[in-house]
């Protein structure tokens, strides 16, 4: 999977469901997808949160991509998020993170992400081998199906689990070739208290998760799942 900023419960469910998580860091960049994104709550309702980036553009690849430090900018994030969740039940375990996180020095766009995908497993107790699909001798030639089948055989896999989204990419049949059977991810109904018992925003960050819930909560969550 490529990586994302705070990615929702899903891909840590994919993460703490595999026993080798690839990040896919040397793919293209895809403007206005959730790579350097989320969402979290704010004054009730869904907010747009980002990584500030330079020079972005589709033709280069994720970790071709550098982080702006806008020293101004990320005290502001900062700033919004703990005004958001100051008083969530989980806020004085969970805001550290995020301040290592947006703090960090890092100015690769994909190595930034890796740190925060590890910080948050380790505060989750996810204890996946993660992998960097730049650091595999594999054949980066090939697209799509074709290169994550050429991984997979390089890991020596028999199971291959991508996140739900991925079923118009992929196919059972190609991967059964090559002995590899293809599942899919599908997350359940996850609902949770947050600050108004009777009005839940979903589809939020994992910060929202971890800012409402104990690890030990979360860890129930992780395998609310289905595989198809």
Not at 134 to 144: A, M, P
Not at 191 to 203: I, L
């Amino acid at each position: 999977m490529q990586p994302y900023f705070f990615p929702y419960v899903g891909y840590w469910q994919l993460i703490n469901a595999v026993d080798k998580f690839v990040i896919y860091d040397d793919v293209n960049y895809i403007k206005r997808g959730w790579i350097n994104r989320n969402n979290i709550l704010v004054n009730g309702n869904s907010k747009l949160i980002n990584v500030l980036l330079k020079k972005v553009s589709q033709n280069k690849l994720i970790n071709e991509i550098d982080v702006s430090h806008d020293i101004n900018y990320y005290n502001d994030l900062l700033k919004t998020t703990k005004e958001s969740y100051s008083k969530a039940p989980f806020f004085d375990d969970v805001f550290p993170i995020v301040e290592r996180v947006i703090t960090q020095h890092e100015t690769n766009l994909a190595r930034y992400l890796e740190f925060s995908i590890k910080e948050v497993c380790k505060y989750l107790r996810i204890n996946t081998e993660i992998i960097i699909s730049s650091e595999i001798n594999n054949n980066n030639e090939l697209k799509g199906q074709e290169r994550i089948i050429d991984i997979c055989k390089i890991l020596a896999t028999n199971q291959y689990i991508n996140a739900i989204g991925g079923q118009s990419l992929y196919s059972y049949q190609d991967f059964d070739l090559y002995g590899i059977e293809l599942k899919f991810l599908k997350t359940n109904d996850i609902r949770y208290t947050q600050f108004t018992k009777n009005k839940f925003v979903p589809n939020l960050s994992i910060l929202d998760v971890m800012m409402f819930n104990s690890p030990e909560q979360i860890s129930s969550m992780l395998n609310d799942f289905e595989l198809i």
